[in-house]
């Protein structure tokens, strides 16, 4: 392996770990780690949804209907139009 370095120094660090995971542990130890997810997000889904309200509602209700676990909603409606250099 080959690296450039075009300054007077150069700092870094070399991490080791038999899987990803060993490798995740040890470079988040040296940067520090995320704080814990609260119980909301991880007791049931986060559903991403558009359409309006009532197809929400109609969702929402089915979804308790089967007594599936749902921690949020995700609504991705939204009003408007964006020009790009590609088109709308």
């Not at 308790?64 to 139009?81: C, I």
């Amino acid at each position: 392996m080959k690296q450039l370095i075009h300054k007077n120094s150069v700092e870094g660090r070399i991490l080791h770990g038999n899987s990803p995971t060993e490798l995740i542990e040890c470079f988040t130890e040296t940067i520090g780690r995320p704080p814990k997810l609260p119980d909301w997000i991880i007791s049931g889904a986060a559903v991403g949804m558009q359409g309006g309200t009532e197809s929400v509602r109609r969702i929402w209700n089915e979804l308790k209907s089967y007594n599936a676990p749902v921690s949020a909603f995700w609504l991705q409606d939204w009003v408007g139009q964006r020009e790009t250099l590609v088109g709308s």
